[in-house]
């Protein structure tokens, strides 16, 4: 089975710099995709990135960008300009590849990321 | 807004009861999910459903099934309720098809309070 690994419980930044959030995760399958999902005390799941096992280039989003490691099983969340709307519990999430697009997301126990004005 | 609707928003219920919670797809999606968020088990996926037939399977306890109707709303059925079955439950929705488009989108959740 799938699992995902977020070893930071709680994180705190300034408001203005950079901060990177961990996630590893274990598989056997070569063809994956891995999530970024942001919770807001309003407690909605919204989608940060998203980047394809397939693809060796990391995606990137305005501030946001992953360091992808996939021989490392690695998939980091860089901030940059962190804004007090950050703040948020971040998800690190996978889905295997799948032809017909099934399987849930398999998500890492989340981390706390204060911005400190 | 993600386009997903669920309805309760919030849902306080005895145990030994039996709840239905409703999900809306975005506009165009054949696929929904439903998860699980609770304080001891994170965030659990708990099966899919993909334009009327069950697809996948997660951690789904017996006493809770799923359906999804021809209008493609679905409906998450939690039966004998426990006070552990307290949580959110998310419904997710994606089009189902084509793999590049695979990015689940996710409703404002139900939150359900057994006492």
């Known amino acids: 089975a799938q699992t995902v690994t977020q070893s930071q419980p709680e994180m705190s930044v300034q408001e203005a710099e950079t901060v990177t959030l961990s996630c590893t995760y274990d598989?056997?399958?070569?063809?994956?995709?891995l999530f970024w999902y942001k919770q807001p005390p309003s407690r909605q799941m919204i989608l940060v990135i998203r980047?394809?096992?397939?693809?060796?280039q990391n995606a990137t989003e305005n501030r946001f960008s992953v360091n992808f490691q996939k021989a490392a099983k690695s998939f980091s969340l860089k901030i940059s300009d962190s804004q007090l709307g950050d703040a948020a519990m971040y998800f690190c999430?996978?889905?295997?590849?799948?032809?017909?697009?099934?399987?849930?997301?398999?998500f890492g126990k989340g981390t706390h990321l204060i911005i400190q004005p | 807004d993600s386009g997903v609707t669920q309805t309760p928003k919030h849902l306080i219920t005895a145990t030994g009861q039996r709840v239905t919670l409703r999900c809306s797809p975005r506009s165009g999606d054949l696929s929904v999910y439903w998860y699980q968020q609770s304080l001891d088990q994170g965030l659990q996926f708990l099966i899919q459903?993909?334009?009327?037939?069950?697809?996948a399977k997660g951690n789904i306890l017996e006493r809770f099934s799923a359906q999804q109707f021809p209008d493609l709303h679905s409906e998450l059925n939690l039966s004998s309720l426990e006070l552990g079955d307290s949580a959110l439950y998310f419904c997710a929705s994606s089009v189902g098809q084509a793999i590049e488009q695979e990015t689940q989108y996710f409703g404002p959740g139900t939150r359900l309070l057994v006492l």
């Open positions: 999430a996978y889905r295997m590849y799948s032809g017909g697009g099934a399987d849930g997301l398999t």
């Open positions: 980047q394809e096992a397939y693809k060796q």
């Open positions: 598989t056997s399958e070569s063809d994956y995709y």
């Open positions: 459903y993909y334009n009327g037939e069950e697809r």
